[in-house]
């Protein structure tokens, strides 16, 4: 079956950086477009960047764009979230999840409408 294993958060400091990862099991992750996601606390959910199967293109929410990297090793069955500057408005549990068809949806506001999600990682970025 389908499975999704984020890792990586933790605790950072304001201007921090942290590394997420999603290895995925279960599905031919090559063919798969992928995006990170996140919910905050008392928040909705927050589509943050997502990425072709190829890498061929990259796309990110305002929100990140120009602090977060998007990247994807095919070969290792893994998706990565680079995130540099982090703020305190960057704490939430973080989400890799697979989309249902080849095309990369943006803005997307519920996990259901992806095929697949993981358990998220947590994210705190405090002093």
Same mark, same amino acid.
């Given at each position: 079956?389908?499975?999704?294993?984020?890792?990586?958060?933790?605790?950072?400091? !304001?201007?921090?950086?942290?590394? #997420?990862?999603?290895?995925?099991?279960? +599905?031919? +992750?090559?063919?798969? &477009?992928?995006?990170?996601?996140?919910?905050? !606390?008392?928040?909705?959910?927050?589509?943050?960047?997502?990425?072709?199967?190829?890498?061929?293109?990259?796309?990110?929410?305002?929100?990140?764009?120009?602090?977060? &990297?998007?990247?994807?090793?095919?070969?290792?069955? &893994? #998706?990565?979230?680079?995130? @540099?500057?982090?703020? !305190?408005?960057?704490?939430?549990?973080?989400?890799?999840?697979?989309?249902?068809?080849?095309?990369?949806?943006?803005?997307?506001?519920?996990?259901?409408?992806?095929?697949?999600?993981?358990?998220?990682?947590?994210? @705190?970025?405090?002093?």
């Amino acid at each position: 079956q389908v499975q999704l294993v984020e890792s990586g958060g933790g605790l950072a400091q !304001p201007g921090g950086s942290l590394r #997420l990862s999603c290895v995925a099991s279960g +599905f031919i +992750f090559s063919s798969a &477009t992928m995006s990170w996601v996140r919910q905050a !606390p008392g928040k909705g959910l927050e589509w943050l960047s997502g990425i072709y199967s190829d890498r061929s293109n990259a796309y990110y929410a305002d929100s990140v764009k120009g602090r977060f &990297t998007i990247s994807r090793d095919n070969a290792k069955n &893994t #998706l990565y979230l680079q995130m @540099t500057s982090l703020k !305190p408005e960057d704490t939430a549990l973080y989400y890799c999840a697979k989309e249902r068809s080849r095309w990369l949806r943006v803005g997307i506001r519920s996990l259901s409408e992806y095929d697949s999600w993981g358990q998220g990682t947590q994210v @705190t970025v405090s002093s």
